[in-house]
């Protein structure tokens, strides 16, 4: 009898740790953070084009269930804290049905992340290294934006890292209609990588910092109050909203998902070689990326998935050259073709005047007690990184009483408009398209001709600065640092000098049909809108403010003025 009556209570004990975990596994399916997982994956912008065709995939995603691996909760447990990673990697009940959920129920869904994984992984990891971050974070998207650039949440948070519209603001994104940096791999994750580091620097616990990704760190504050002060994330679980709840434990799911997602038979979707072989080429605005595609004959749909951040289809004018993601084996055909792909027919000839011509608005913003770079950003509609640059901040801390310099663009009137003729140009540049429209004015000789010529800038490498640092700190690419050096692989030394192109400058001389003065090896350099001595000191290796009023006296009688054409010694 006492045997009967023990089986029996055995049986019950199973039936309900069974039920328990199904109930739990059915509530997980349903939970808001999977289901906004499975709406990004389903509306992707990625074409299947792109990735191994569906049914090389469905032998993965179908294989059969009694074949794949199953773990006890001890064996679950070790294999977690078996996966490398500073983020503790805490095994729950939960946890273990979301691990279910991604390995055996949405295989579809890994197969593609395993494939943009392939191609943003790499991005990822550098810019965590970069700041000391746990490399683990790169799983962070996973769960954000199922690994997709053009997800849009419902409360409108977009990209890889669903960064909102005034955080992404607030990390120096450039946010506008042409442009949308948050959909951008590289910046936003540069963003996201800062967001995560002033998080921790509050928090000193990652569990709390991913709970403040999501809800922000004022939900977490009032969950550290409520629980009576405990910083731990399972303490204060009951009082975060209720998304936030899960979002630690789907994050450690998916961590150990695509960490040991061959053990489970899944594969990836495998991206084409295109999608991740790609580097960067400075390009003027406007210019349609339909133009360039047909032009160098890629895929539209191609160039559009390379470059997100292009909200409407075109390349937009900026200062230095917009940086335009290109497979490297159509590099060749865009450099034989560039004359044709800068002169756009798709474009309005009156739009592209509009935007060489913009002006420079100069105002200036007293700073007040409690005030941030992040707000006067905010209330400009800039970045605080071109504060920064205006101001020559080497940090992001400000005094009350300091005195900041805002530059705003404004278009002029239509009649104070160069002409199409004056402004259009083949072989344009960024900063020549500046010059063209100062170069109408009466102050440049008639007969000079215009020359291109490289810009070049002295880099001293310093203990613990890496090549992908430095491309990033000159706004270039490592592989472009490389060929200017004629490095042979990424290895830099401690007091290396490197040689870095930082743009191109236009230079007005004499037209060969005049005698050209052999004796003046110097460059003529015509002021464009914005421009100051020290600005302009800072495009020149060893000039000085002393020097340019030397070798150009008239600059001592007066400023400077757009058109002025300034002799500067080689």
């Not at 729950?92 to 943003?120: C, G, H, P, W």
């Not at 053990?263 to 084409?272: F, G, H, Q, T």
């Not at 608005?361 to 941030?372: A, D, L, M, R, T």
């Not at 230079?507 to 060969?512: D, K």
Request: charged share 20%; aromatic share 10%.
């Amino acid at each position: 009898m006492k045997k009967l009556i023990f089986s029996c209570w055995a049986l019950f004990c199973s039936f309900s740790v069974a039920f328990s975990q199904d109930f739990v596994t059915e509530r997980c399916e349903l939970d808001p953070v999977m289901k906004d997982i499975d709406s990004m994956y389903y509306v992707t912008f990625t074409k299947d084009k792109f990735y191994l065709p569906q049914w090389e995939l469905e032998q993965y995603i179908n294989f059969p269930q009694d074949q794949l691996p199953r773990y006890t909760d001890n064996e679950m447990f070790l294999r977690l804290q078996e996966i490398p990673a500073v983020i503790p990697m805490t095994y729950t009940r939960e946890v273990k049905s979301f691990i279910d959920l991604f390995v055996y129920k949405r295989r579809a869904l890994m197969t593609r992340m395993l494939a943009n994984a392939q191609i943003y992984f790499p991005l990822f990891e550098e810019a965590l290294d970069k700041k000391g971050l746990p490399l683990e974070l790169k799983y962070l998207p996973i769960i954000e934006s199922a690994m997709n650039p053009h997800a849009v949440s419902r409360a409108g948070a977009t990209g890889l890292w669903q960064l909102m519209f005034g955080t992404g603001k607030m990390l120096g994104l450039e946010i506008n209609s042409f442009v949308d940096e948050r959909r951008d791999p590289k910046r936003s994750t540069e963003a996201a990588v800062n967001y995560l580091k002033q998080m921790y620097d509050i928090y000193g616990d990652w569990h709390l910092v991913l709970a403040a990704y999501n809800s922000g760190p004022g939900n977490v504050n009032k969950a550290i109050a409520r629980s009576g002060g405990s910083r731990n994330f399972w303490t204060i679980m009951p009082y975060l909203p209720a998304e936030t709840r899960s979002y630690v434990p789907i994050y450690i799911a998916a961590t150990y998902a695509m960490f040991y997602a061959n053990d489970y038979s899944l594969k990836s979707a495998e991206p084409k070689r295109e999608l991740y072989a790609v580097d960067t080429i400075k390009m003027p605005g406007k210019i349609s990326l339909a133009h360039i595609a047909k032009t160098i004959e890629i895929p539209l749909d191609e160039l559009q998935f390379l470059n997100p951040s292009l909200r409407a289809g075109v390349v937009p004018f900026t200062q230095n050259g917009f940086p335009l993601n290109l497979p490297v084996n159509y590099f060749s055909t865009f450099e034989a073709r560039r004359n044709e792909i800068l002169n756009d027919p798709l474009m309005a000839q009156q739009d592209v005047v509009m935007a060489i011509t913009a002006t420079p608005k100069i105002i200036f913003e007293i700073v007040k007690k409690g005030w941030s770079l992040q707000r006067i950003a905010a209330k400009y509609a800039c970045s605080v990184a071109e504060l920064k640059k205006w101001n020559g901040l080497r940090s992001d801390h400000i005094h009350p009483g300091a005195k900041l310099k805002i530059i705003q663009q404004v278009a002029p009137s239509s009649a104070e408009q160069t002409t199409p003729q004056t402004a259009t140009a083949s072989n344009s540049t960024p900063e020549a398209d500046s010059l063209i429209a100062s170069a109408s004015t009466e102050n440049i000789p008639a007969k000079t001709e215009k020359k291109y010529e490289p810009v070049y800038s002295t880099h001293t490498v310093k203990s613990g600065e890496v090549l992908g640092k430095i491309a990033d700190r000159y706004n270039t690419t490592t592989s472009e640092i490389m060929r200017q050096n004629k490095l042979h692989s990424s290895r830099i030394n401690v007091g290396q000098k490197l040689k870095i192109k930082t743009g191109e400058k236009v230079v007005y001389v004499q037209a060969p049909s005049k005698t050209i003065n052999k004796d003046c090896n110097c460059i003529e350099y015509v002021v464009q809108p914005g421009d100051t001595l020290w600005s302009i000191t800072q495009k020149y290796d060893g000039l000085t403010v002393q020097k340019l009023k030397s070798e150009n006296e008239f600059i001592q009688q007066r400023p400077i003025k757009v058109g002025d054409v300034l002799k500067i010694a080689l």
